[in-house]
């Protein structure tokens, strides 16, 4: 019960402590990603529909100007003018403050401001009215003519296999782009939260009150919670953006990609998050921390530049399928593998599993080295020197 | 209950032992069979050359040094993390987190070492007083003198009313008027009956401070137990002469069984041998000037200590 109160003072003044960087970091990305989505949106069409000006002459019937809407949706649309004569309704068209011209049931007018798709649609439309005329001439009924108009004909796709939709491949690099920057950055933090209370000497005090290993805990702890939050956040973020607009295609397996980066990120924070905690322990000071720091986030990179190579290549390679189930990588391929819909579920449970193995003895082995690192205050203490004099957690 | 019940009871049931302590970091011995124990009520001044073994001996307690020989033990038993938490420790370094507020901090500290928070802030509150800085209760320590951060880290250490006091070194850095302050706090909290160990090289202080000192030296306690007994027991004498006016110190040569050891303006000190004729000292230095004070006297602390670490 002590443990655990201490555990969770530790925890309060570690949040207390990193409050103000993550909520600025919060801040700064939250930002990047509405505005990145919001481009993603406006390029994708969004509310960009064009609105054509149809000019209308001798009252052709209103079925052509329903049909040429139809024919337009969700593309543009088309707002209409009634002219009283063809003279004045031409003058118009060629003054471009009309697009073309409807005249009666039998005539269209070009100009020099007609678009392809308006021309395909005005023609298709008038077509139509004259496919359903002839029909009701020959006795047929209105819903005969409209099967002339639109016969049955079943039409699908066929799409190369590794090709997936631009929204599974946007998913695929953010989930990417994401876990780098959170393990880097949160992993970081605890590295030099571990370095600042090592050179500081408060964590001499601290151990006469609370145990070295629920110290790491209350660290990985705390700030992983933070790293969790903004991710929840951005995945929120995103997801709200996207749902919001009815122009970006979001993929029905999108909120399980975003289950599944919040899985594969607490799965590689215990992990990375473990090892930045012992190599800060292993610094006196934080010039010492970069030369033991440097080298772990050179291996998130190595990811990293992976997984970006993956999501961009298209191709699930030989590579990166062998590499998504080593633990320092995991983390970073196989979120966009599972986005990407290349990763089979048989692949994904078995990463996890060596994921959660690997994480299990990285927490168990750098608490050793935090332990064996973190009281030695005088100069830069080696790994195996750490791991050797460590007080192993079981004890 | 008074003073002098609980430092008598008190002395003879140490509490903390370090027994047998031996540690070697590499190629140095930094600490080679050292014993010592602190029992509730005492003072124990913690005295060695740099480099002795004092903050090695004083980190084992903490388990921030883990010894390759010997046990630290409380009240017979393996110190446990929730005995250390009844022990305040002043680190050599001093150790607080620089950018958060002292009130802040000290209710931390205390709740880490048991406190619920109504106490924690009870205690920390009434510290600042004593410390004279509750008007800089929400500052942080990085803004602080030197001296006031020196107090909040003694502050830090008392907040949990701890059963032992562990001080590295809580003097060095002080002005003499913060020396005074803590001494007398340091000299309350023995009087209170807890166990107070702590080094200093202000042997002087430590002198008129405590009953009780260890001297250590190359890692091993060479020396320890009550400071006049450890300064009556070394066959030296020194015979302090005081005149009126000042005194050429030419006259000693020529005095059989005494050397000159200091020579202020009215004021000379002499070592001298055991069977030395003090009669005929006393008149050659009539003959030298008018005596006010004629003193002869056991070596003090600061002499047992160098006779002791052999400088």
């Known amino acids: 019960m002590r443990e655990r109160t201490t555990i969770v003072l530790a925890m309060g003044r570690e949040l207390n402590a990193w409050k103000k ?9 939250l930002a990047v990603v509405a505005i990145g989505m919001t481009a993603l949106v406006l390029s994708s069409g969004g509310d960009q529909t064009v609105t054509y000006q149809l000019g209308l002459v001798d009252d052709p019937p ?5 049909d040429i809407q139809e024919l337009l949706h969700p593309d543009g649309r088309v707002m209409t003018e009634r002219f009283p004569s063809l003279t004045e309704a031409e003058a118009a068209l060629a003054n471009r403050e009309v697009d073309a011209l409807v005249v009666g049931d ?13 021309a395909n649609a005005v023609w298709l439309a008038v077509s139509n009215q004259q496919v359903r005329d002839t029909a009701a001439g020959l006795g047929l009924t209105a819903e005969e003519a409209n099967r002339l108009i639109h016969p049955e004909i079943e039409s699908r796709a066929v799409e190369s296999p590794e090709a997936g939709s631009v929204a599974d491949e946007v998913l695929a690099a953010i989930s990417v782009i994401l876990m780098f920057m959170a393990i880097l950055a949160y992993g970081q933090w605890i590295g030099y939260a571990v370095v600042e209370e090592k050179a500081n000497r408060v964590v001499e005090l601290l151990l006469g009150a609370i145990k070295p290993h629920h110290l790491m805990l209350a660290k990985v702890l705390s700030i992983g919670l933070l790293g969790l939050v903004q991710i929840v956040a951005i995945g929120t973020l995103a997801l709200t953006i996207g749902l919001a607009s009815d122009r970006l295609e979001i993929p029905a397996a999108s909120a399980s990609i975003v289950v599944w980066v919040i899985v594969w990120f607490l799965l590689g924070y215990a992990f990375y998050g473990s090892l930045y905690a012992a190599g800060g322990s292993l610094a006196s000071n934080n010039q010492e921390a970069g030369s033991v720091i440097g080298p772990m986030s050179i291996l998130v990179g190595i990811g990293y530049v992976l997984g970006l190579i993956t999501i961009s290549g298209g ?6 399928r062998v590499t998504s189930f080593i633990p320092f990588w995991a983390p970073m391929l196989m979120p966009g593998r599972i986005a990407r819909g290349w ?8 990463a996890l599993g060596v994921m959660i193995v690997a994480g299990l003895t990285m927490i168990r082995l750098a608490g050793r080295i935090y332990v064996g690192g973190v009281a030695r205050a005088t100069s830069k203490v080696g790994w195996r020197e750490a791991f050797r004099t460590g007080t192993d957690l079981t004890e | 209950m008074t003073l002098a019940i609980i430092r008598g009871m008190c002395h003879h049931e140490p509490v903390l032992r370090l027994d047998g302590l031996s540690k070697r970091f590499g190629d140095v011995i930094a600490l080679a069979d050292c014993s010592l124990s602190v029992a509730p009520g005492q003072m124990l001044g913690f005295l060695g050359p740099n480099g002795a073994g004092k903050t090695t001996a004083m980190r084992t307690i903490f388990g921030l040094v883990r010894p390759d020989r010997g046990r630290v033990t409380w009240e017979d038993s393996e110190l446990t993390t929730s005995v250390r938490r009844r022990i305040g420790y002043m680190p050599e ?8 507020r002292v009130r802040k901090q000290l209710v931390y500290f205390g709740r880490l070492h048991g406190l619920d928070l109504p106490s924690a802030e009870q205690a920390v509150d009434r510290w600042l007083e004593v410390f004279d800085l509750t008007d800089r209760a929400n500052a942080k320590v990085v803004e602080l003198s030197h001296g006031n951060q020196q107090r909040v880290q003694l502050a830090a250490s008392l907040v949990h009313d701890p059963m032992l006091l562990v001080l590295d070194e809580p003097f060095a850095g002080l002005d003499p008027i913060a020396v005074v302050t803590m001494a007398r706090i340091l000299r309350e909290q023995a009087e209170r009956g807890i166990a107070v160990l702590f080094s200093s090289h202000q042997l002087d202080l430590v002198e008129d401070l405590c009953d009780d000192v260890a001297i250590i030296n190359a890692g091993q306690v060479i020396l320890s137990g009550r400071v006049a007994q450890l300064r009556s ?9 005081a005149t009126s006016g000042p005194v050429d110190p030419s006259w000693i040569d020529q005095l059989p069984g005494a050397s000159l050891v200091e020579s202020r303006d009215d004021r000379i000190r002499l070592l001298v041998d055991e069977d030395a004729n003090l009669e005929m000292m006393a008149s050659a230095a009539t003959q030298a000037g008018e005596i006010s004070s004629f003193t002869l006297e056991p070596p003090r602390l600061s002499e047992v200590f160098t006779s002791a670490v052999g400088r």
Not at chain 1, 21 to 29: G, H, K, T
Request: aromatic share 8%; hydrophobic share 45%; net charge negative.
């Open chain 1, 21 to 29: 960087p993550f909520l600025i970091s919060s801040a700064v990305v």
């Open chain 1, 62 to 66: 209103a079925a052509v100007e329903r």
């Open chain 1, 106 to 118: 039998d005539e269209v007018v070009w100009g020099p401001s007609t678009s392809n798709g308006l």
């Open chain 1, 315 to 320: 191709v699930d390679t030989l590579l990166i």
């Open chain 1, 343 to 350: 990763a089979e579920n048989w692949e994904i449970a078995v």
């Open chain 2, 93 to 100: 370094e001093r150790g607080l987190y620089p950018k958060m």
């Open chain 2, 233 to 241: 027991a070394s066959p030296k004498r020194y015979l302090e002469i």
